[in-house]
């Protein structure tokens, strides 16, 4: 498979084991496939350092738990007149449904700058049910003032925070790190705010490794981040990413490890 030309491509599954326990370990999977939630080291985003993500872009997963589809999920970057958005939603398979409904949806508004290739933040929306659990959570940043609204709709809840720049919220920030020059063994320490908190996390590159998937063999580099956030990576069990090693860094695989049983996460579909 050749990432590095703008085309639609579609693979079949690939093999990403990621171990889950119950209702608990399942919602972990989804939440992974939600995002590939990764935090930003600048309060604006220069997408220039490698230029990985055109606009449009969108990738489609499929989850799989123990040989049988169990969901779909798709990250989406999108132009938007003055804005730009990123989206990112995840649904359960009608199966999963009768006893674990998930349906997702995380987007992320930015505000296009001068120079074109610097994005300022703007808006965070979270909305997510999960067989019982809701949430319904809102960011509005003002770079400016350097402040932050956070907004329960579900608690009816607002309360405005003062952040020190540099500070992103967790979707948007995954592109500036597909944006780096990532190299082996020097992991990269990103802040987030999320939660009525600022989480200072390191994000570790781990190693490069060559995959092989049905559509044939791709060179990676594999990503770890230690996450600390109460946001949608909140879990116990370790996560792993891999991009490929290439000037795009698009991500084909994520790895979650909890306890038993096993699901797997691939991308299926593209267009970039």
Not at 29 to 49: K, R, Y
Not at 201 to 206: A, G, N, R, T
Request: aromatic share 10%; proline share 5%.
């Amino acid at each position: 498979m050749d990432f590095n030309k703008g085309k639609e491509i579609i693979s079949p599954p690939g093999t990403i084991t990621i171990h889950v326990r119950g209702e608990r370990g399942l919602k972990t999977v989804f939440l992974i496939a939600i995002a590939f939630v990764i935090i930003s080291q600048t309060w604006f985003l220069p997408i220039a350092h490698s230029a990985p993500s055109a606009i449009p872009e969108k990738f489609i997963y499929d989850l799989t738990w123990t040989g049988i589809k169990a969901g779909t999920a798709s990250l989406e970057l999108r132009n938007d007149g003055e804005k730009v958005k990123i989206l990112s939603t995840a649904q359960s398979a009608s199966w999963v449904s009768v006893f674990y409904t998930v349906d997702d949806r995380v987007e992320s508004t930015l505000l296009k700058n001068s120079p074109e290739s610097f994005f300022q933040p703007s808006q965070y929306r979270i909305k997510i049910r999960e067989g019982r659990h809701r949430r319904d959570k809102e960011i509005i940043f003002d770079c400016d003032n350097s402040k932050a609204t956070y907004i329960d709709r579900l608690k009816n809840e607002r309360k405005d925070f003062q952040i020190t720049p540099p500070v992103l919220d967790p979707l948007s920030g995954f592109y500036y790190l597909r944006s780096l020059n990532l190299s082996v063994g020097k992991p990269v320490y990103i802040t987030i705010f999320d939660s009525k908190k600022v989480w200072n996390v390191e994000v570790q590159v781990l190693k490069k490794e060559k995959i092989t998937l049905p559509t044939g063999t791709i060179n990676t580099i594999v990503v770890k981040p230690l996450m600390k956030s109460e946001g949608i990576f909140y879990g116990k069990g370790e996560i792993l990413i891999w991009l490929t090693d290439n000037e795009k860094h698009i991500p084909v695989m994520m790895q979650t490890k909890v306890a038993i049983g096993s699901i797997t996460a691939t991308l299926v579909k593209g267009l970039y």
